[in-house]
């Protein structure tokens, strides 16, 4: 799977918002469905769909060049992800290497309670191993698609992260970065 893939995934995660559930990346789902049977009446206490904002800027919760000494890999961009509402505690942020290829994603989302988070973190990396990151959650390493993905949770937040190599290893070490500033 492509990096830009999996960007796209995660952003759909984001713009999934409180469902807690990644959202498939197809293109009808890559925005929120409204309702046809809402009134105009109703508009006015509907929660407002939710807006996404991509600028190039510093990570506020992951170094660039702890990114870069945990994958071994040069970084010349990353991109932060924000959604209004916000979906989890922290914006998404993309780090992509000099030809464009994104290297990782962080991105999080809030459950209800620690069973939501695991359940999910299981779904997010089916048949993964368990993760010391965290309170725990899954990690999986795609064997021949040079990808890792990793889900964990600390309290009611709950962590994404995927990486453009084979390795359990520096995605925990990502993640576990991360969930530090929660």
Do not use: W
């Amino acid at each position: 799977m492509s990096g830009l893939f999996a960007i796209g995934a995660l952003a759909t995660l984001l713009v999934a918002g409180c469902s807690g559930t990644p959202a498939k990346s197809d293109s009808s789902s890559a925005s929120p469905s409204t309702s046809s049977t809402a009134s105009a009446s109703d508009s006015s206490t509907a929660a407002p769909a939710p807006t996404t904002q991509a600028v190039e800027a510093a990570c506020p919760y992951l170094d660039t060049e702890f990114v870069k000494g945990t994958i071994g890999q040069h970084l010349s961009k990353v991109t932060v992800t924000t959604v209004t509402p916000p979906t989890g505690p922290l914006p998404q942020c993309a780090f992509a290497r000099p030809n464009g290829e994104v290297a990782v994603t962080v991105s999080s989302t809030t459950v209800t309670d620690a069973a939501q988070a695991m359940s999910l973190a299981l779904q997010f990396a089916p048949d993964g191993n368990p993760v010391s990151a965290g309170e725990g959650g899954s990690v999986l390493v795609k064997k021949g698609g040079n990808e890792t993905v990793l889900a964990a949770y600390k309290g009611t937040a709950l962590l994404y992260v995927t990486i453009n190599q084979e390795s359990s290893l520096e995605a925990t070490e990502i993640a576990t970065q991360a969930l530090s500033t929660l």
